[in-house]
């Protein structure tokens, strides 16, 4: 009888284990020296000087991003499984929005906050906060030949600035959307700022930033 209990409370735990919910959080600033990043993470700076930092507020660990006529951005490598886990989940707030900014033009490519997700063939993703592009918005945002992004806008204008806004994507089926195949593994993130085609100041924070197999 103890034998049969004991395979039984084994064959449950291996049924839990397979049916639990997959996560992999990229981004949580909770225990950032503040003076340098984490070994696996890298500034990438287009253009201008970089100013960001670690915060907290009552929702826990943010990054802080501030942009005055500069591009920069934070990035990590990953190897995650887009059909294991297909949902970026990530939560953000814009305090100050680049004047003019509309990523449908180079000229004006300009945007507080964007999530940018790099894939193993070198195609990207890059979820935004746009200042004048409609939400839901979702183009090709190549300016160069043989460069694949497309771009999603998952918030527009000032409406709901200042606040922190809970984000929910299903990448894989983006990716589709975008090149008409399925998801290869994503081998990259990126966090990214910039206000120097308007010549303006933007200014973003960012929570945690996770990869999981169900919404979070």
């Not at 990207?124 to 939400?135: G, Q």
Request: proline content about 6%.
């Amino acid at each position: 009888m103890k034998k049969l209990v004991l395979v039984s409370a084994i064959l449950v735990l291996i049924l839990q284990a397979r049916t639990a919910p997959l996560a992999f959080i990229v981004l949580n600033t909770a225990g950032w020296d503040p003076t340098r990043l984490p070994s696996d993470w890298q500034v990438k700076v287009n253009h201008g000087r970089p100013d960001f930092s670690v915060c907290s507020d009552s929702l826990g660990p943010c990054l802080h991003l501030k942009s005055i006529k500069a591009s920069f951005a934070l990035e990590r490598r990953v190897d995650i499984d887009a059909a294991a886990m297909p949902f970026l989940t990530w939560r953000w707030k814009v305090t100050q929005l680049p004047a003019g900014g509309d990523f449908r033009h180079p000229a004006s490519d300009d945007q507080a906050a964007q999530v940018l997700v790099a894939f193993a063939d070198r195609r990207i993703l890059t979820y935004i906060w746009d200042t004048s592009a409609p939400k839901g918005t979702a183009q090709s945002a190549s300016a160069i030949p043989f460069v694949h992004i497309f771009a999603v806008v998952c918030e527009s204008g000032a409406s709901q600035a200042n606040g922190w806004v809970l984000e929910n994507r299903n990448l894989a089926a983006d990716y589709e959307r975008a090149y008409s195949k399925p998801a290869p593994r994503v081998s990259g993130l990126r966090i990214q700022i910039n206000s120097q085609h308007t010549g303006t100041v933007a200014e973003s924070y960012f929570g945690e930033v996770a990869f999981s197999s169900t919404p979070r």
